[in-house]
Protein backbone atom coordinates (compact mmCIF):
# COMPACT_ATOMS: atom_id res chain seq x y z
CA UNK A 1 0.00 0.00 0.00
CA UNK A 2 1.43 3.31 -1.20
CA UNK A 3 1.59 6.30 1.28
CA UNK A 4 -1.01 9.49 -0.06
CA UNK A 5 0.55 11.75 -2.23
CA UNK A 6 0.89 15.59 -1.38
CA UNK A 7 -2.38 17.22 -2.83
CA UNK A 8 -2.94 20.21 -4.68
CA UNK A 9 -5.58 22.00 -2.99
CA UNK A 10 -6.39 24.49 -6.09
CA UNK A 11 -8.06 21.67 -8.23
CA UNK A 12 -11.00 21.13 -10.77
CA UNK A 13 -12.67 17.68 -11.07
CA UNK A 14 -9.46 16.67 -9.29
CA UNK A 15 -6.72 18.36 -11.67
CA UNK A 16 -4.72 20.69 -10.31
CA UNK A 17 -5.30 23.97 -11.83
CA UNK A 18 -1.57 25.66 -11.63
CA UNK A 19 0.20 23.09 -14.21
CA UNK A 20 -2.86 23.22 -16.54
CA UNK A 21 -2.19 27.40 -16.63
CA UNK A 22 1.62 27.45 -16.29
CA UNK A 23 2.00 26.93 -20.22
CA UNK A 24 0.84 29.99 -20.73
CA UNK A 25 2.68 32.52 -19.56
CA UNK A 26 6.24 30.57 -20.30
CA UNK A 27 5.25 30.51 -23.89
CA UNK A 28 4.34 33.97 -23.28
CA UNK A 29 7.56 35.05 -21.72
CA UNK A 30 9.56 32.98 -24.20
CA UNK A 31 8.03 34.13 -26.82
CA UNK A 32 8.86 37.92 -25.87
CA UNK A 33 12.92 36.81 -25.72
CA UNK A 34 12.23 35.62 -29.40
CA UNK A 35 10.17 38.97 -30.58
CA UNK A 36 12.75 41.14 -28.78
CA UNK A 37 15.70 39.10 -30.66
CA UNK A 38 13.87 39.84 -34.02
CA UNK A 39 13.28 43.49 -32.98
CA UNK A 40 17.18 44.08 -32.22
CA UNK A 41 17.83 42.64 -35.74
CA UNK A 42 15.17 44.17 -37.77
CA UNK A 43 14.25 47.24 -35.57
CA UNK A 44 11.22 46.16 -37.11
CA UNK A 45 8.47 48.39 -34.77
CA UNK A 46 6.30 45.32 -35.35
CA UNK A 47 8.32 42.99 -33.63
CA UNK A 48 8.24 45.12 -30.26
CA UNK A 49 4.58 45.49 -30.36
CA UNK A 50 4.38 41.35 -30.10
CA UNK A 51 6.56 41.30 -26.93
CA UNK A 52 4.41 44.02 -25.64
CA UNK A 53 1.29 42.28 -26.38
CA UNK A 54 3.18 38.85 -25.38
CA UNK A 55 4.22 40.11 -21.76
CA UNK A 56 0.91 41.51 -20.84
CA UNK A 57 -0.77 38.59 -21.83
CA UNK A 58 1.55 36.14 -19.75
CA UNK A 59 1.26 38.58 -16.81
CA UNK A 60 -2.60 38.28 -17.33
CA UNK A 61 -2.48 34.64 -16.93
CA UNK A 62 0.52 34.71 -14.34
CA UNK A 63 -2.33 36.19 -11.60
CA UNK A 64 -4.08 33.18 -11.90
CA UNK A 65 -1.27 30.87 -11.81
CA UNK A 66 0.29 32.41 -8.78
CA UNK A 67 -2.66 32.62 -6.85
CA UNK A 68 -2.80 28.36 -7.59
CA UNK A 69 0.71 27.85 -7.03
CA UNK A 70 0.30 29.84 -3.71
CA UNK A 71 -2.75 27.74 -2.37
CA UNK A 72 -1.05 24.41 -3.09
CA UNK A 73 1.42 25.42 -1.76
CA UNK A 74 0.22 26.51 1.89
CA UNK A 75 -2.84 24.00 1.10
CA UNK A 76 -1.02 20.76 2.20
CA UNK A 77 2.15 20.63 4.76
CA UNK A 78 3.94 18.05 2.54
CA UNK A 79 4.29 20.17 -0.35
CA UNK A 80 5.79 22.98 1.70
CA UNK A 81 7.99 20.13 3.24
CA UNK A 82 9.95 19.56 -0.18
CA UNK A 83 12.70 21.67 -1.04
CA UNK A 84 12.01 21.80 -5.05
CA UNK A 85 8.29 23.89 -4.04
CA UNK A 86 10.73 26.52 -2.29
CA UNK A 87 13.23 26.99 -5.25
CA UNK A 88 9.69 26.90 -7.83
CA UNK A 89 8.30 30.00 -5.85
CA UNK A 90 11.17 32.31 -5.06
CA UNK A 91 12.39 31.75 -8.61
CA UNK A 92 9.13 32.15 -10.23
CA UNK A 93 8.30 34.93 -7.95
CA UNK A 94 11.47 36.95 -9.12
CA UNK A 95 10.36 36.02 -12.82
CA UNK A 96 6.84 37.86 -12.09
CA UNK A 97 8.62 40.76 -10.72
CA UNK A 98 11.36 41.24 -13.62
CA UNK A 99 8.67 40.70 -16.45
CA UNK A 100 6.47 43.38 -14.32
CA UNK A 101 9.51 45.33 -14.90
CA UNK A 102 10.11 44.59 -18.18
CA UNK A 103 6.33 45.47 -19.38
CA UNK A 104 7.30 48.95 -17.98
CA UNK A 105 10.25 48.97 -20.06
CA UNK A 106 8.18 47.53 -23.06
CA UNK A 107 5.54 50.40 -22.91
CA UNK A 108 8.31 53.07 -23.61
CA UNK A 109 8.67 53.99 -26.91
CA UNK A 110 11.14 53.35 -29.65
CA UNK A 111 14.79 51.00 -29.98
CA UNK A 112 15.25 51.90 -26.16
CA UNK A 113 11.72 49.64 -25.26
CA UNK A 114 13.57 46.41 -26.05
CA UNK A 115 17.62 47.30 -26.76
CA UNK A 116 19.54 47.25 -24.16
CA UNK A 117 16.85 46.60 -21.05
CA UNK A 118 13.90 44.73 -22.02
CA UNK A 119 15.72 42.24 -24.09
CA UNK A 120 18.09 41.61 -21.26
CA UNK A 121 15.12 40.87 -18.73
CA UNK A 122 13.37 38.69 -21.25
CA UNK A 123 16.65 36.59 -21.33
CA UNK A 124 17.40 36.94 -17.82
CA UNK A 125 13.64 35.32 -17.44
CA UNK A 126 13.66 32.57 -19.91
CA UNK A 127 16.86 31.21 -17.83
CA UNK A 128 15.35 31.56 -14.99
CA UNK A 129 12.13 29.56 -16.17
CA UNK A 130 14.58 26.79 -16.89
CA UNK A 131 15.58 27.05 -13.09
CA UNK A 132 11.68 27.01 -11.86
CA UNK A 133 10.32 24.63 -14.59
CA UNK A 134 12.86 21.58 -13.49
CA UNK A 135 12.08 22.12 -10.06
CA UNK A 136 8.41 22.11 -10.83
CA UNK A 137 8.76 18.79 -13.11
CA UNK A 138 10.38 17.58 -9.96
CA UNK A 139 7.81 18.45 -7.67
CA UNK A 140 5.00 16.39 -10.25
CA UNK A 141 7.30 13.92 -11.45
CA UNK A 142 9.35 12.76 -8.52
CA UNK A 143 7.53 14.14 -5.35
CA UNK A 144 4.09 13.29 -6.67
CA UNK A 145 2.17 16.38 -5.61
CA UNK A 146 -1.42 16.51 -7.65
CA UNK A 147 -0.75 13.08 -8.40
CA UNK A 148 -3.46 10.32 -7.83
CA UNK A 149 -2.55 8.09 -4.68
CA UNK A 150 -2.98 4.65 -5.08
CA UNK A 151 -1.81 5.12 -8.64
CA UNK A 152 0.58 3.35 -10.60
CA UNK A 153 2.38 3.34 -13.99
CA UNK B 1 -3.51 61.66 -10.07
CA UNK B 2 -0.31 63.21 -8.36
CA UNK B 3 3.38 62.91 -9.04
CA UNK B 4 4.34 60.95 -5.78
CA UNK B 5 1.17 59.24 -5.79
CA UNK B 6 2.20 57.58 -8.73
CA UNK B 7 5.88 57.47 -7.91
CA UNK B 8 4.66 55.25 -4.46
CA UNK B 9 2.46 53.27 -6.52
CA UNK B 10 5.25 52.60 -9.14
CA UNK B 11 8.41 51.42 -6.65
CA UNK B 12 5.59 49.44 -4.83
CA UNK B 13 4.67 47.25 -7.41
CA UNK B 14 7.67 47.19 -8.71
CA UNK B 15 9.56 45.90 -5.59
CA UNK B 16 11.86 49.45 -5.65
CA UNK B 17 13.20 48.47 -8.42
CA UNK B 18 14.14 51.97 -9.66
CA UNK B 19 14.22 55.28 -8.76
CA UNK B 20 11.48 57.92 -9.37
CA UNK B 21 14.24 60.32 -11.46
CA UNK B 22 15.58 63.87 -12.15
CA UNK B 23 13.12 66.58 -9.91
CA UNK B 24 11.18 69.03 -12.11
CA UNK B 25 13.77 72.27 -13.21
CA UNK B 26 12.10 75.92 -12.86
CA UNK B 27 10.59 76.17 -16.80
CA UNK B 28 12.06 79.61 -16.72
CA UNK B 29 15.64 78.44 -17.37
CA UNK B 30 14.93 76.70 -20.59
CA UNK B 31 12.83 79.96 -22.03
CA UNK B 32 14.73 81.71 -24.98
CA UNK B 33 17.32 81.18 -27.32
CA UNK B 34 19.62 78.72 -25.14
CA UNK B 35 17.37 76.35 -23.49
CA UNK B 36 19.16 74.39 -20.23
CA UNK B 37 18.94 71.05 -21.40
CA UNK B 38 19.09 68.25 -18.86
CA UNK B 39 20.60 64.65 -19.04
CA UNK B 40 17.61 62.35 -20.87
CA UNK B 41 15.79 60.23 -18.13
CA UNK B 42 14.21 57.33 -19.51
CA UNK B 43 11.23 56.53 -17.11
CA UNK B 44 9.35 52.68 -16.38
CA UNK B 45 6.32 54.54 -15.67
CA UNK B 46 7.10 58.47 -16.88
CA UNK B 47 5.68 61.37 -14.97
CA UNK B 48 2.08 62.21 -15.63
CA UNK B 49 -0.41 64.59 -14.64
CA UNK B 50 -3.86 64.44 -15.93
CA UNK B 51 -5.92 67.40 -15.11
CA UNK B 52 -9.64 67.06 -14.35
CA UNK B 53 -11.64 69.09 -16.20
CA UNK B 54 -13.97 71.22 -13.87
CA UNK B 55 -14.86 74.12 -16.07
CA UNK B 56 -15.52 77.86 -15.29
CA UNK B 57 -18.67 78.39 -13.94
CA UNK B 58 -18.55 82.15 -13.94
CA UNK B 59 -14.66 82.36 -13.39
CA UNK B 60 -12.53 84.09 -15.99
CA UNK B 61 -9.08 83.49 -16.48
CA UNK B 62 -6.41 85.80 -14.93
CA UNK B 63 -4.78 88.90 -16.57
CA UNK B 64 -2.21 91.60 -15.82
CA UNK B 65 -3.25 95.08 -15.11
CA UNK B 66 -4.32 97.06 -18.25
CA UNK B 67 -5.96 94.43 -19.82
CA UNK B 68 -9.42 93.06 -19.49
CA UNK B 69 -10.66 89.21 -20.67
CA UNK B 70 -14.31 88.91 -21.47
CA UNK B 71 -16.23 85.41 -22.32
CA UNK B 72 -16.99 86.04 -25.99
CA UNK B 73 -18.76 83.21 -26.88
CA UNK B 74 -19.57 80.56 -24.42
CA UNK B 75 -20.94 76.99 -24.90
CA UNK B 76 -19.36 75.63 -27.42
CA UNK B 77 -18.18 72.31 -28.45
CA UNK B 78 -14.21 71.53 -28.38
CA UNK B 79 -13.37 74.86 -30.08
CA UNK B 80 -10.04 74.42 -31.14
CA UNK B 81 -9.48 77.26 -33.57
CA UNK B 82 -10.32 80.70 -34.74
CA UNK B 83 -10.03 82.54 -38.31
CA UNK B 84 -11.29 86.78 -38.65
CA UNK B 85 -12.77 87.10 -41.99
CA UNK B 86 -12.24 90.46 -43.26
CA UNK B 87 -15.64 91.69 -41.85
CA UNK B 88 -15.21 91.00 -38.69
CA UNK B 89 -17.13 87.55 -38.36
CA UNK B 90 -15.27 85.01 -36.59
CA UNK B 91 -15.03 81.76 -37.57
CA UNK B 92 -14.66 78.93 -34.66
CA UNK B 93 -13.46 75.15 -35.84
CA UNK B 94 -15.38 72.76 -33.04
CA UNK B 95 -13.29 69.95 -33.80
CA UNK B 96 -11.66 66.70 -32.48
CA UNK B 97 -9.36 64.04 -33.19
CA UNK B 98 -9.86 60.68 -34.88
CA UNK B 99 -10.08 57.96 -32.15
CA UNK B 100 -6.41 56.63 -32.33
CA UNK B 101 -6.20 52.29 -32.69
CA UNK B 102 -5.00 50.42 -29.99
CA UNK B 103 -1.53 49.00 -31.27
CA UNK B 104 -0.08 48.30 -28.28
CA UNK B 105 -1.16 47.61 -24.63
CA UNK B 106 0.09 51.02 -23.87
CA UNK B 107 -2.22 52.69 -25.84
CA UNK B 108 -5.09 51.45 -24.19
CA UNK B 109 -3.94 53.05 -20.84
CA UNK B 110 -3.42 55.99 -22.32
CA UNK B 111 -6.51 56.34 -23.89
CA UNK B 112 -8.02 55.99 -20.52
CA UNK B 113 -5.77 58.67 -19.17
CA UNK B 114 -5.92 61.04 -21.82
CA UNK B 115 -10.16 61.12 -21.82
CA UNK B 116 -10.25 62.84 -18.35
CA UNK B 117 -8.41 65.86 -19.61
CA UNK B 118 -10.34 65.96 -23.00
CA UNK B 119 -13.53 67.64 -23.50
CA UNK B 120 -16.31 65.56 -22.53
CA UNK B 121 -18.18 67.49 -25.46
CA UNK B 122 -18.48 65.10 -28.73
CA UNK B 123 -16.64 67.36 -31.48
CA UNK B 124 -19.11 68.43 -34.06
CA UNK B 125 -16.57 68.78 -36.64
CA UNK B 126 -17.81 71.82 -37.60
CA UNK B 127 -17.06 75.65 -38.45
CA UNK B 128 -19.19 78.10 -36.01
CA UNK B 129 -19.43 82.00 -37.42
CA UNK B 130 -19.73 84.49 -34.72
CA UNK B 131 -21.12 88.49 -35.28
CA UNK B 132 -20.27 90.30 -32.58
CA UNK B 133 -22.21 93.01 -31.99
CA UNK B 134 -21.16 96.52 -31.97
CA UNK B 135 -20.72 96.64 -28.05
CA UNK B 136 -18.56 93.29 -28.30
CA UNK B 137 -21.42 90.95 -27.14
CA UNK B 138 -22.13 88.14 -29.44
CA UNK B 139 -25.11 89.49 -31.22
CA UNK B 140 -25.56 86.34 -33.72
CA UNK B 141 -24.48 82.27 -34.15
CA UNK B 142 -24.66 80.46 -37.30
CA UNK B 143 -23.26 77.11 -38.04
CA UNK B 144 -20.93 78.10 -41.15
CA UNK B 145 -19.88 74.98 -42.63
CA UNK B 146 -20.87 71.79 -41.29
CA UNK B 147 -19.58 67.71 -41.88
CA UNK B 148 -16.10 68.49 -41.64
CA UNK B 149 -13.36 65.83 -40.96
CA UNK B 150 -11.28 67.18 -38.24
CA UNK B 151 -10.81 70.55 -39.40
CA UNK B 152 -8.40 72.57 -37.88
CA UNK B 153 -6.46 75.07 -40.22
CA UNK B 154 -8.78 78.31 -41.93
CA UNK B 155 -7.57 80.68 -44.39
CA UNK B 156 -9.30 83.28 -46.56
CA UNK B 157 -7.75 84.19 -50.24
CA UNK B 158 -9.59 86.21 -51.86
CA UNK B 159 -12.87 84.69 -52.63
CA UNK B 160 -11.52 81.33 -51.82
CA UNK B 161 -11.66 79.97 -48.19
CA UNK B 162 -9.75 77.00 -47.41
CA UNK B 163 -10.07 74.55 -44.48
CA UNK B 164 -7.57 72.06 -43.58
CA UNK B 165 -9.41 69.08 -43.04
CA UNK B 166 -7.04 66.32 -40.98
CA UNK B 167 -6.95 64.58 -44.36
CA UNK B 168 -6.69 67.25 -46.94
CA UNK B 169 -7.08 71.14 -47.61
CA UNK B 170 -10.75 71.82 -48.82
CA UNK B 171 -11.60 75.22 -51.41
CA UNK B 172 -15.32 76.86 -50.51
CA UNK B 173 -16.64 79.83 -52.34
CA UNK B 174 -16.92 82.91 -49.67
CA UNK B 175 -18.82 86.13 -49.84
CA UNK B 176 -18.46 88.77 -47.59
CA UNK B 177 -21.08 88.63 -45.49
CA UNK B 178 -21.90 84.90 -45.77
CA UNK B 179 -23.16 83.09 -42.50
CA UNK B 180 -23.16 79.70 -44.16
CA UNK B 181 -21.88 77.87 -46.96
CA UNK B 182 -23.56 74.72 -48.64
CA UNK B 183 -21.49 74.52 -51.66
CA UNK B 184 -19.37 71.30 -51.42
CA UNK B 185 -16.62 72.36 -52.02
CA UNK B 186 -12.94 71.24 -53.66
CA UNK B 187 -10.39 69.03 -52.55
CA UNK B 188 -7.02 71.18 -53.27
CA UNK B 189 -4.94 68.44 -52.01
CA UNK B 190 -4.89 65.51 -50.03
CA UNK B 191 -3.42 65.32 -46.23
CA UNK B 192 -1.45 62.39 -44.59
CA UNK B 193 -4.37 61.38 -42.43
CA UNK B 194 -4.47 57.22 -42.49
CA UNK B 195 -5.68 54.62 -39.84
CA UNK B 196 -3.06 56.26 -37.34
CA UNK B 197 -3.05 59.74 -37.44
CA UNK B 198 -1.31 60.71 -34.20
CA UNK B 199 -1.11 64.29 -34.75
CA UNK B 200 -4.25 65.43 -36.50
CA UNK B 201 -4.32 69.29 -36.15
CA UNK B 202 -3.96 70.68 -39.89
CA UNK B 203 -2.45 74.11 -39.26
CA UNK B 204 -3.04 76.56 -42.45
CA UNK B 205 -1.88 79.98 -43.39
CA UNK B 206 -1.37 81.73 -47.20
CA UNK B 207 1.87 83.52 -48.24
CA UNK B 208 1.92 86.79 -47.98
CA UNK B 209 1.22 87.22 -51.29
CA UNK B 210 -1.42 84.40 -51.60
CA UNK B 211 0.15 82.17 -54.69
CA UNK B 212 0.90 79.67 -52.16
CA UNK B 213 -0.42 77.65 -48.69
CA UNK B 214 1.29 76.22 -45.91
CA UNK B 215 0.01 73.40 -43.96
CA UNK B 216 1.54 72.07 -40.91
CA UNK B 217 2.17 67.84 -41.00
CA UNK B 218 2.30 66.40 -37.41
CA UNK B 219 4.14 63.04 -37.44
CA UNK B 220 2.45 59.79 -36.88
CA UNK B 221 3.91 58.82 -33.54
CA UNK B 222 5.74 60.43 -30.60
CA UNK B 223 9.01 58.88 -31.50
CA UNK B 224 8.88 56.49 -34.84
CA UNK B 225 7.17 53.68 -32.31
CA UNK B 226 4.32 53.16 -35.20
CA UNK B 227 7.46 52.82 -38.12
CA UNK B 228 9.49 54.72 -40.01
CA UNK B 229 6.94 54.05 -43.01
CA UNK B 230 3.84 55.86 -41.20
CA UNK B 231 5.97 58.82 -41.34
CA UNK B 232 6.09 59.56 -44.71
CA UNK B 233 5.44 63.45 -45.55
CA UNK B 234 4.42 63.87 -42.14
CA UNK B 235 6.85 65.74 -39.20
CA UNK B 236 6.86 68.79 -41.85
CA UNK B 237 5.25 71.95 -43.34
CA UNK B 238 3.72 71.55 -46.78
CA UNK B 239 4.02 74.24 -49.03
CA UNK B 240 0.90 73.97 -51.45
CA UNK B 241 0.68 75.45 -55.08
CA UNK B 242 -2.68 77.47 -54.71
CA UNK B 243 -3.32 77.56 -58.23
CA UNK B 244 -2.77 73.42 -58.75
CA UNK B 245 -2.59 71.95 -55.46
CA UNK B 246 0.60 70.39 -55.94
CA UNK B 247 2.94 70.14 -52.84
CA UNK B 248 6.31 70.22 -51.62
CA UNK B 249 7.94 69.79 -48.42
CA UNK B 250 8.80 73.38 -47.36
CA UNK B 251 10.58 71.96 -44.11
CA UNK B 252 10.65 68.90 -41.93
CA UNK B 253 11.91 66.86 -38.98
CA UNK B 254 9.32 69.69 -37.35
CA UNK B 255 7.35 67.04 -34.69
CA UNK B 256 4.28 68.63 -34.91
CA UNK B 257 4.14 72.22 -35.93
CA UNK B 258 1.23 74.50 -35.78
CA UNK B 259 0.18 78.30 -35.76
CA UNK B 260 1.60 78.85 -38.50
CA UNK B 261 2.34 82.58 -39.17
CA UNK B 262 4.00 85.38 -41.72
CA UNK B 263 6.09 87.60 -39.44
CA UNK B 264 4.75 90.52 -40.49
CA UNK B 265 7.85 92.63 -40.34
CA UNK B 266 10.04 89.91 -42.39
CA UNK B 267 7.53 88.42 -44.54
CA UNK B 268 9.27 85.51 -42.63
CA UNK B 269 7.14 81.88 -42.10
CA UNK B 270 6.95 80.94 -38.01
CA UNK B 271 5.57 78.20 -36.30
CA UNK B 272 5.21 77.02 -32.91
CA UNK B 273 6.31 73.08 -32.34
CA UNK B 274 5.52 70.79 -30.09
CA UNK B 275 8.02 68.26 -29.50
CA UNK B 276 8.83 65.04 -28.20
CA UNK B 277 7.70 63.46 -24.60
CA UNK B 278 9.13 60.50 -22.22
CA UNK B 279 12.44 61.99 -21.99
CA UNK B 280 11.88 63.23 -18.38
CA UNK B 281 9.99 66.92 -17.38
CA UNK B 282 12.46 68.85 -18.94
CA UNK B 283 12.71 67.46 -22.13
CA UNK B 284 12.40 68.01 -24.93
CA UNK B 285 12.10 71.83 -24.72
CA UNK B 286 8.57 73.14 -27.18
CA UNK B 287 9.57 75.57 -29.01
CA UNK B 288 8.60 78.64 -31.78
CA UNK B 289 11.12 78.95 -34.51
CA UNK B 290 10.81 80.67 -37.83
CA UNK B 291 11.02 77.94 -40.67
CA UNK B 292 13.58 78.07 -43.14
CA UNK B 293 12.66 76.32 -46.63
CA UNK B 294 14.56 73.24 -47.28
CA UNK B 295 15.40 73.69 -43.68
CA UNK B 296 15.54 70.38 -41.42
CA UNK B 297 14.88 70.89 -37.63
CA UNK B 298 15.48 67.52 -36.13
CA UNK B 299 12.75 64.56 -35.58
CA UNK B 300 13.13 61.92 -35.27
CA UNK B 301 17.13 61.44 -35.09
CA UNK B 302 17.29 64.90 -33.05
CA UNK B 303 16.30 67.42 -30.79
CA UNK B 304 17.07 70.82 -30.39
CA UNK B 305 19.75 70.56 -32.76
CA UNK B 306 22.17 67.72 -32.73
CA UNK B 307 20.94 65.81 -29.33
CA UNK B 308 20.40 62.49 -30.48
CA UNK B 309 17.54 60.57 -29.38
CA UNK B 310 18.22 57.42 -28.18
CA UNK B 311 15.06 55.60 -29.17
CA UNK B 312 15.51 56.03 -33.43
CA UNK B 313 16.87 53.09 -34.96
CA UNK B 314 18.30 53.01 -37.31
CA UNK B 315 19.79 55.72 -36.59
CA UNK B 316 20.95 58.69 -38.91
CA UNK B 317 24.08 60.81 -38.17
CA UNK B 318 23.75 62.64 -41.92
CA UNK B 319 20.39 63.90 -40.89
CA UNK B 320 21.22 64.81 -37.38
CA UNK B 321 24.69 66.76 -38.84
CA UNK B 322 22.10 68.99 -41.10
CA UNK B 323 19.75 69.61 -38.22
CA UNK B 324 18.55 73.26 -37.44
CA UNK B 325 18.88 74.77 -33.65
CA UNK B 326 15.06 76.55 -33.49
CA UNK B 327 14.75 80.47 -32.62
CA UNK B 328 13.32 80.03 -28.98
CA UNK B 329 12.07 77.55 -26.59
CA UNK B 330 9.33 77.72 -24.90
CA UNK B 331 9.92 74.85 -22.38
CA UNK B 332 9.17 71.75 -21.96
CA UNK B 333 5.87 70.05 -22.22
CA UNK B 334 3.96 73.18 -22.59
CA UNK B 335 1.93 71.78 -25.80
CA UNK B 336 1.76 75.31 -27.59
CA UNK B 337 -1.08 74.35 -30.34
CA UNK B 338 -1.65 78.55 -31.39
CA UNK B 339 0.33 81.51 -32.23
CA UNK B 340 -0.20 84.91 -33.48
CA UNK B 341 1.60 88.44 -34.11
CA UNK B 342 0.16 91.36 -32.39
CA UNK B 343 -0.27 93.88 -35.04
CA UNK B 344 -3.21 95.71 -33.20
CA UNK B 345 -3.07 99.37 -31.31
CA UNK B 346 -6.38 98.06 -29.15
CA UNK B 347 -3.74 96.26 -26.46
CA UNK B 348 -0.98 97.95 -23.97
CA UNK B 349 2.33 99.05 -26.40
CA UNK B 350 3.63 96.13 -24.28
CA UNK B 351 2.22 93.77 -26.37
CA UNK B 352 2.89 95.23 -29.51
CA UNK B 353 4.79 93.30 -32.45
CA UNK B 354 5.63 90.21 -30.28
CA UNK B 355 3.43 87.30 -30.80
CA UNK B 356 1.00 85.83 -28.49
CA UNK B 357 1.40 81.59 -27.93
CA UNK B 358 -1.42 79.55 -26.69
CA UNK B 359 -0.39 76.62 -24.36
CA UNK B 360 -2.46 73.49 -24.19
CA UNK B 361 -0.13 71.79 -21.75
CA UNK B 362 0.40 68.46 -21.62
CA UNK B 363 0.14 64.73 -20.13
CA UNK B 364 3.93 64.18 -19.44
CA UNK B 365 4.92 66.97 -16.94
CA UNK B 366 4.37 67.00 -13.32
CA UNK B 367 3.89 69.93 -11.69
CA UNK B 368 2.15 71.04 -15.39
CA UNK B 369 3.87 73.54 -17.44
CA UNK B 370 1.62 75.67 -20.31
CA UNK B 371 -1.84 75.95 -19.68
CA UNK B 372 -1.74 79.47 -20.75
CA UNK B 373 -1.22 82.22 -23.28
CA UNK B 374 2.20 83.91 -23.59
CA UNK B 375 3.54 86.60 -25.15
CA UNK B 376 7.20 87.30 -26.86
CA UNK B 377 8.44 90.38 -27.44
CA UNK B 378 10.04 91.07 -31.02
CA UNK B 379 12.50 93.40 -32.15
CA UNK B 380 13.36 93.58 -36.36
CA UNK B 381 11.60 90.50 -36.84
CA UNK B 382 13.75 87.96 -33.85
CA UNK B 383 12.48 87.23 -30.56
CA UNK B 384 13.63 89.84 -27.89
CA UNK B 385 13.26 89.23 -24.67
CA UNK B 386 11.41 86.70 -22.19
CA UNK B 387 8.20 85.38 -22.73
CA UNK B 388 5.86 86.90 -20.30
CA UNK B 389 2.44 85.19 -18.98
CA UNK B 390 -0.51 86.84 -20.16
CA UNK B 391 -3.70 84.98 -19.56
CA UNK B 392 -3.59 82.37 -16.82
CA UNK B 393 -5.89 80.75 -14.28
CA UNK B 394 -6.86 77.79 -16.72
CA UNK B 395 -5.59 75.65 -14.53
CA UNK B 396 -4.65 74.74 -10.48
CA UNK B 397 -2.72 72.20 -9.26
CA UNK B 398 -4.74 68.88 -10.78
CA UNK B 399 -7.74 70.99 -12.32
CA UNK B 400 -8.43 72.45 -15.44
CA UNK B 401 -11.53 75.31 -15.82
CA UNK B 402 -10.03 75.46 -19.46
CA UNK B 403 -7.23 74.86 -22.34
CA UNK B 404 -6.17 77.53 -24.32
CA UNK B 405 -5.61 76.64 -28.12
CA UNK B 406 -5.77 78.52 -31.36
CA UNK B 407 -5.47 82.49 -31.22
CA UNK B 408 -7.05 85.29 -33.34
CA UNK B 409 -6.75 88.95 -33.68
CA UNK B 410 -10.60 90.44 -34.18
CA UNK B 411 -10.74 93.52 -36.55
CA UNK B 412 -11.04 95.79 -33.42
CA UNK B 413 -7.55 94.51 -32.07
CA UNK B 414 -8.62 92.54 -29.35
CA UNK B 415 -6.72 88.82 -28.76
CA UNK B 416 -9.27 86.10 -29.44
CA UNK B 417 -8.04 82.46 -27.93
CA UNK B 418 -10.13 79.05 -28.29
CA UNK B 419 -10.52 77.50 -25.15
CA UNK B 420 -11.16 73.64 -25.83
CA UNK B 421 -12.12 71.77 -22.86
CA UNK B 422 -13.76 75.26 -21.25
CA UNK B 423 -15.80 75.74 -24.13
CA UNK B 424 -15.39 79.11 -24.68
CA UNK B 425 -13.71 81.75 -26.90
CA UNK B 426 -12.68 84.46 -24.68
CA UNK B 427 -11.57 87.81 -26.01
CA UNK B 428 -8.48 90.11 -24.38
CA UNK B 429 -9.36 94.10 -24.68
CA UNK B 430 -7.73 96.91 -22.96
CA UNK B 431 -9.00 97.47 -19.32
CA UNK B 432 -9.87 101.02 -20.86
CA UNK B 433 -12.69 99.61 -23.11
CA UNK B 434 -16.02 99.78 -21.58
CA UNK B 435 -17.63 96.51 -21.93
Not at chain 1, 112 to 121: A, D, E, F, K, N
Not at chain 2, 137 to 142: E, I, L, T, V
Not at chain 2, 204 to 220: E, F, I, M, R
Request: hydrophobic fraction near 40%; glycine fraction near 10%; charged fraction near 15%.
Amino acid sequence: MQAENPRSTARLFGRPIHVMLVPVPIVCFVGTLLTDIAYWRTANMQWANFSAWLLTAGLLVSILVALTGVIDFFGDRRVRGIGAAWIHGTVNALVLALSIWNAFVHSRDGYTSVVPTGITLSAIVVALLLVSGWNGWSLVYRHRVGVRSGTSG
Amino acid sequence: MRRAHLCVATLAALGALSGCGPAPIDPHRQVGANPYLPAIHQYLLPPMLVSKVVGWNGATPTVPAGVRIDALATGLKNPRSLYVLPNGDILVVESGGPKPPISRPKEYFMALLEKKSHSKADPPQRITLIRPAANGAPAFRSIFLDHLNSPFGVVLVGADLYVANTDGVMRYPYQTGQTRITAPGVQLTELPAGPINHHWTKSLTASPDGTKLYAGVGSNSNITENGIGAEKDRAAIWEIDRATGAHRLYATGLRNPNGLTFEPTTHALWAVVNERDELGPDLVPDYMTSVRDGGFYGWPWSYWGRHIDPRVMPRNPAMVAKAIMPDYSLSSHVAPLGMVFYTGSLLPAAYRGGAFVGEHGSWDRAPINGYKVVYIPFANGRPAGAAQDVVTGFASKNEARGRPVGLAIDNGGGLLIADDVGGTVWRMTSATVAR
